[in-house]
């Protein structure tokens, strides 16, 4: 079983819908991040956090330390926001690793 | 402008030919790292630096080498490629490696090996 599991690992949606990525993981964490993917290759951080909710933009993510989960969230979505999410934890056992799960491909249609 | 960059960005070449990717930022951070990512398993770290002349091996080490003369540059040495090296590769930084920091991610090289 890996240390971060996505669902779903694939996910198509209207423009409009609000869109839920979930990430759950096994081990002690210092922090999580979740990071984007378009489809050139590049990728972006979106938020850092190791406790309760961050918001930028349309973009809002929670963690719950208690249950190892973590929520990415997308209010009304729009084409340009088709990417891979992909979500990493970074250890507490003092190691800067990050162990990433396999990413959730969002396509977003008009 | 704040960034990670990596050369060359596509790479085909043959097997046993010694490569190296280069990986340099600009923004006085301590720590770096290199990844690889491959359909079905991800992003795996390969190395990692946790500051000039400080480095271990990460989660796929094998048939890597990396050295960190100067904080700015990351450089990732294929001494002899194989096939199963074919991959997107990363680099990343941040600022400091006792602490949590965002990471930054350079744009990608892809390597095909033959």
């Known amino acids: 079983k890996n240390e971060v599991e996505q669902s779903p690992q694939n996910l198509t949606a209207q423009e409009g819908e609000f869109i839920t990525i979930n990430c759950s993981y096994s081990?002690?964490?210092?922090?999580l991040h979740w990071l984007q993917q378009h489809p050139g290759g590049g990728i972006v951080s979106l938020f850092m956090?190791?406790?309760g909710k961050k918001k930028h933009g349309r973009l809002i993510a929670t963690i719950n330390i208690q249950e190892k989960h973590s929520s990415l969230h997308i209010t009304a979505s729009h084409p340009r926001d088709s990417a891979v999410y992909i979500c990493?934890?970074?250890?507490?056992?003092?190691?800067?690793?990050?162990?990433f799960g396999q990413g959730t491909r969002l396509t977003i249609n008009p | 402008e704040a960034q990670v960059t990596q050369n060359p960005r596509y790479l085909i070449t043959v097997t046993g030919k010694k490569l190296t990717v280069t990986c340099s930022q600009n923004?006085?951070?301590?720590?770096m790292s290199w990844y690889r990512q491959d359909p079905g398993l991800g992003l795996r770290q390969i190395y990692y630096?946790?500051?000039?002349?400080?480095?271990d091996k990460g989660d796929v080490p094998e048939g890597y080498k990396v050295s960190r003369k100067e904080k700015r540059n990351f450089p990732l040495i294929l001494e002899s490629p194989s096939p199963n090296q074919t991959s997107l590769y990363f680099c990343?930084?941040?600022?400091?490696?006792?602490?949590?920091?965002?990471?930054?991610f350079g744009p990608g090289t892809r390597l095909t090996v033959t």
């Open positions: 990343a930084s941040s600022l400091k490696s006792t602490r949590v920091h965002e990471q930054y």
């Open positions: 081990v002690g964490i210092s922090a």
């Open positions: 923004m006085n951070h301590e720590y």
């Open positions: 630096s946790m500051n000039v002349e400080v480095t």
């Open positions: 990493a934890v970074r250890s507490s056992q003092g190691a800067q690793k990050l162990v």
């Open positions: 956090l190791s406790s």
